[in-house]
């Protein structure tokens, strides 16, 4: 069954600690993506890769990191210099075909910082 | 720069009648894709339905449909016989060429739809 898992569902970190946010899929996309939704927004992307070995800074990255030693995860590790971690983190991926035009989500990750 | 403007923050619509939910946009690029989501309460984003920028006519997935109007910029989603499951979050999205939005989905804010019985 092909989709996007997204892992944990919630996360917890507390102040000044780094917490890595896991994102696989077995769709065989080329490309992948992090977006943040705050309460009552929309999606803002963070990051994104086309290929392995390769990443794009979104609009906001600051504060955040990705790796992409994989064409199957994407994983996006969110830093103690992030200053408002506490949101809503989805993953998605779609293939860079004009013929294709959706992007796959996963379920997303609720992190919060206590 | 890409921008999505949705109006209605919220809306309540009785059940079985249509629902058209506005969306305008802002591109300098030649080329994009419209896309449409739902955000139930769950947190999953899933995807309705797509136009592209030269597409002559407008999208239709089944109960949903794109009202694409190039010139106002505009790209409205038409819901009709609306359902008690249709209930949530109502994203439009944008990517800076047709296709499956490579370089990433810009996003508007989003309309909350409550339907009521």
């Known amino acids: 069954d092909g989709g996007i898992t997204q892992s944990p569902k919630y996360l917890f970190r507390k102040e000044g600690q780094n917490v890595t946010l896991s994102c696989e899929q077995n769709l065989n996309h080329d490309a992948m993506y992090w977006y943040r939704q705050d309460p009552g927004q929309g999606l803002r992307l963070i990051y994104y890769s086309q290929i392995v070995n390769d990443f794009q800074k979104g609009d906001i990255a600051e504060g955040y990191s990705v790796s992409r030693e994989k064409k199957e995860s994407f994983p996006l590790t969110v830093t103690s210099a992030q200053k408002n971690p506490t949101a809503f983190y989805l993953c998605a991926s779609s293939v860079w075909d004009s013929e294709n035009t959706e992007a796959f989500f996963g379920q997303g990750t609720r992190l919060t910082v206590v | 720069a890409q921008k999505i403007t949705q109006t209605q923050p919220g809306m309540f619509v009785q059940e079985k009648e249509a629902v058209t939910l506005d969306c305008t946009y802002d591109?300098?690029?030649?080329?994009?894709?419209l896309f449409w989501y739902k955000q139930p309460s769950s947190g999953e984003m899933i995807f309705l339905i797509y136009q592209g920028s030269y597409d002559q006519q407008n999208a239709t997935e089944g109960r949903y449909s794109l009202n694409f109007q190039k010139a106002r910029k505009s790209a409205n989603l038409v819901i009709s016989a609306s359902q008690l499951g249709d209930s949530a979050m109502y994203f439009c999205?944008?990517?800076?060429?047709?296709?499956?939005?490579?370089?990433?989905?810009?996003f508007g804010k989003g309309t909350h739809l409550i339907i009521q019985p």
């Open positions: 999205a944008m990517s800076p060429h047709s296709g499956g939005g490579a370089d990433g989905l810009t």
């Open positions: 591109t300098s690029d030649p080329s994009y894709g």
